[in-house]
Nanobody, 127 residues
Framework: VQLQASGGGLVQAGGSLRLSCTAS????????MGWFRQAPGKERVFVAA????????HYTDSVEGRFTISRDDTKNTVSLQMDDLKPEDTAVYYC?????????????????????WGKGTLVTVSS
């Protein structure tokens, strides 16, 4: 299984970016898909997750109302629309998938507990 993320870059505060991640090499029925991020010198933390079929989403409080996660199960793709970006959103963003989780349990997964991780894409927000 491979997860290929794209869409990172440099943006000014208040701007927008859209991250995408495509999964390949398997079937992803019943997989939760989502995003974590790791800022310089900090631990990797949960950002957002979406259930299979997209019926349920979950966000960390700091991005609620600014970020929107969605998925296209016909393309095995999860996207993260990030609006009103802030300098504190600067991080490497990692997509991940985990079978049989819910978006809430997905948010508590550790690096070892997740089924698959992507390599990450850098988002830099300038002030």
């Amino acid at each position: 299984v491979q997860l290929q993320a794209s869409g990172g870059g440099l943006v000014q505060a208040g701007g927008s970016l859209r991250l995408s991640c495509t999964a390949s090499g398997g079937t992803f029925n019943n997989y939760v898909m989502g995003w974590f991020r790791q800022a310089p010198g900090k631990e990797r933390v949960f950002v957002a997750a979406v259930s299979w079929s997209g019926g349920t989403t979950h966000y960390t409080d700091s991005v609620e109302g600014r970020f929107t996660i969605s998925r296209d199960d016909t393309k095995n793709t999860v996207s993260l629309q990030m609006d009103d970006l802030k300098p504190e959103d600067t991080a490497v963003y990692y997509c991940a998938v985990d079978r049989w989780s819910t978006p809430q349990t997905f948010s508590r997964k550790t690096s070892r507990g997740m089924d698959y991780w992507g390599k990450g894409t850098l988002v830099t927000v300038s002030s």
